[in-house]
């Protein structure tokens, strides 16, 4: 047996998925291991990546960013939906715990500059190539329909989001999960999705919600 068939054996892919989608962050959510979530993060891209390009043998400068999805409309509907949750994050927030609204504002504008910069790139696109590109290319044959795909993303997004030990990181890592998977689904465009993702990760952030993934997380001691 070759290597790519070795890799690409429907036992492998199965025992792949639940590994690296259930076990892996059951072991970061018990062990408390969130201060290590960027290293983790990381690596799972750097395998996600090395499968898709060598095994999967996808072409990645078409297939994985289809740039012609970064059109007015796709675009506009985009932001348009993300003013839109931008006022529900600032609704719940003053529901949920109204001290932390604006909590970004307290940090200095040097570091919340470099979070804008650096959040679409370093977050952001390596957790929509995991859990879009991926994801939907890898386990189609198991979920079959596209709308069992987005919920399965969705769901398995928000697992992740529990090493926060809050629940509002994992109950807004389904709303996300749902919105970032459907603009996916319509589109095939990872330039899009990340894009996306990095403007709702900033606004997160500046709004106060940011605490959450943040503060919020409990360090290991």
């Known amino acids: 047996m070759t290597v790519r068939r070795f890799f690409n054996h429907p036992y492998y892919i199965l025992a792949e998925l639940l590994v690296f989608f259930i076990a892996l962050p059951s072991v970061i959510i018990f062990g408390r291991l969130a201060p290590w979530m960027f290293t983790f993060l990381w690596a799972g891209g750097a395998y996600c990546f090395l499968i898709y390009r060598y095994v999967m043998c996808q ?55 470099m979070i804008f910069l650096l959040y679409p790139v370093l977050s952001a696109l390596p957790q929509e190539f995991i859990y879009c590109s991926f994801f939907f290319r890898r386990y189609g044959h198991i979920f079959k329909s596209n709308w069992a795909m987005v ?71």
Not at 66 to 90: D, F
Not at 172 to 189: D, E, N, P, Q
Not at 195 to 215: D, K, Q, R, T, V
Request: glycine share 8%.
């Open 59 to 113: 072409d990645q400068r078409g297939r994985l960013w289809h740039l012609e999805a970064l059109s007015w409309p796709h675009i506009r509907l985009v932001v348009l939906r993300w003013v839109i949750a931008c006022a529900g994050m600032v609704a719940f927030l003053y529901w949920y715990d109204a001290s932390r609204l604006m909590w970004g504002m307290s940090i200095p504008p040097e570091r919340m500059a």
């Open 151 to 221: 919920w399965a993303s969705a769901l398995l997004f928000a697992y992740a989001h529990c090493l926060y030990i809050n629940p509002v990181a994992p109950g807004l890592g389904v709303i996300a999960g749902l919105i970032f998977a459907s603009t996916y689904v319509k589109t095939r465009s990872l330039a899009l999705v990340s894009i996306e993702h990095g403007l709702y990760g900033n606004a997160l952030f500046f709004i106060g919600l940011g605490y959450y993934f943040i503060s919020g997380a409990v360090p290991t001691q």
